[in-house]
């Protein structure tokens, strides 16, 4: 009952990038020489001790079965709008982690800030208000607004460390930490081998202090995106790829073009985002 009360306050921190990694080094591979190279380089360029007062969403979080290593999903992305495929692909991790061990105590989306300024991207409100509709029946995904309420973009690295730094506070003295993994498409890990796009260090961190959860898509390799990056191979034992045993292949884009195009999305998405969208009139919905 104590440690209940506990993870209900609200959680206020910083995120200080010298912190050493709690993970050992027989979850995830991390080097020592690994390790100092992300306190020198976060200490310069992650944030500068970013103060953050924030009701953490916790309601959902597990306790946990007992066994296995306590884990979080986060999925980071626009989420323009939200469709199935977004929480089904949450299903698939988590089924994809219980069979390697883990225990999966909870996941979040986490829809990126409007600073993004991505064509087409509706406003943070919008789109927070859709994710919210669309994890509403699960009793274990939920939404973290604290990503799209920041002033200026976030790496995805700063977010996941956000999640750790929330996640594990108020954990009793020797308890071990929970752990974050990204969950994403096959299709985002094959854009950090495009140049500019993912800072080189960045992945190194993601890959080694968190790990992936990696859904196929027919419209990206996996297998071919880690050959191809030397540091996606040298820490692929941390990447997980997810075979999609009923294929799922639906797309925000596909929707919004739908939506433009008068066309329907049913069964794309719910029935309560397809409401929102007529009644804000968002996606072209007028024209």
Request: aromatic share 8%; hydrophobic share 35%; charged share 25%.
């Amino acid at each position: 009952q104590r440690m209940r009360r506990v993870c209900l306050l609200p959680c206020k921190y910083y995120i200080f990038s010298t912190r050493k990694s709690p993970f050992s080094t027989t979850r995830l591979k991390m080097t020592d020489g690994d390790q100092a190279k992300f306190s020198r380089d976060r200490s310069t360029r992650i944030i500068q001790a970013l103060e953050v007062s924030h009701d953490f969403p916790r309601e959902k979080l597990k306790t946990g079965t007992g066994s296995g290593v306590k884990t979080v999903l986060v999925a980071c992305g626009s989420f323009n709008p939200p469709t199935y495929m977004h929480v089904r692909m949450f299903e698939q991790a988590r089924d994809e982690a219980r069979r390697r061990g883990l225990d999966v105590v909870g996941a979040f989306l986490s829809p990126v800030t409007d600073a993004y300024k991505k064509k087409g991207l509706e406003s943070y409100e919008h789109r927070l208000a859709m994710c919210r509709s669309i994890v509403a029946s699960s009793d274990w995904i939920n939404v973290d607004p604290w990503e799209g309420r920041q002033p200026e973009y976030q790496t995805t690295l700063v977010v996941l460390e956000h999640f750790k730094k929330c996640v594990n506070a108020g954990l009793a003295a020797g308890e071990d930490p929970i752990q974050i993994r990204m969950v994403c498409g096959a299709d985002l890990l094959a854009t950090m081998n495009l140049p500019g796009v993912w800072a080189p260090e960045d992945i190194q961190d993601i890959v080694s202090r968190h790990g992936i959860f990696c859904i196929e898509r027919a419209t990206a390799d996996a297998d071919l995106a880690i050959i191809e990056n030397p540091t996606l191979s040298k820490y692929k034992d941390n990447i997980h790829l997810v075979k999609q045993r009923i294929p799922n292949e639906i797309s925000s884009t596909a929707v919004r073009h739908s939506i433009a195009r008068g066309f329907s999305i049913k069964y794309l998405t719910t029935d309560e985002i397809i409401a929102y969208v007529e009644q804000h009139r968002l996606y072209g919905y007028d024209e």
